[in-house]
């Protein structure tokens, strides 16, 4: 795929702070987010940097909050939520952040 990110452009030209296993950990859902986002079309020579700075943009947020629910914490088994109404999902973060970037 010539769409393809790597840890050097996340590093080097967007400029994020994961590391290099973080990143890489990331990377498939946040890779995954972005060809749905975009209909699974390829990018053309002309977009390869926006769309490689969207999928820089999903990983951040999957590497912090992952794909499903956010807003709560465990301490042991001390759990606690806050989600209000359905809750807000790692999925809906990173395409804000998508729609963010570009």
């Known amino acids: ?5 790597t ?8 400029g994020g702070g994961l590391s290099e296993s973080a990143f890489g ?5 946040a ?6 986002l975009v209909g699974g079309r390829e990018p053309g020579e002309d977009e ?4 490689r ?16 629910q956010v807003g ?5 088994d001390f759990m606690v939520t806050h989600y209000e109404d359905d809750g ?4 809906e973060i990173a395409t804000a952040n998508v729609l963010m970037c570009n």
Do not use: I, N
């Open 1 to 5: 795929m010539a769409a393809a990110v």
């Open 7 to 14: 840890y050097q452009f996340y590093k080097d030209v967007y």
């Open 25 to 29: 950990l990331a990377l498939p859902a």
């Open 31 to 36: 890779s995954r987010h972005v060809r749905w």
């Open 48 to 51: 390869l940097d926006a769309y």
């Open 53 to 68: 700075r969207a999928v820089c943009a999903a990983v951040d947020a999957f590497a912090e909050f992952g794909e499903g």
């Open 72 to 76: 709560g914490f465990a301490l042991g």
């Open 88 to 91: 807000t999902t790692g999925e």
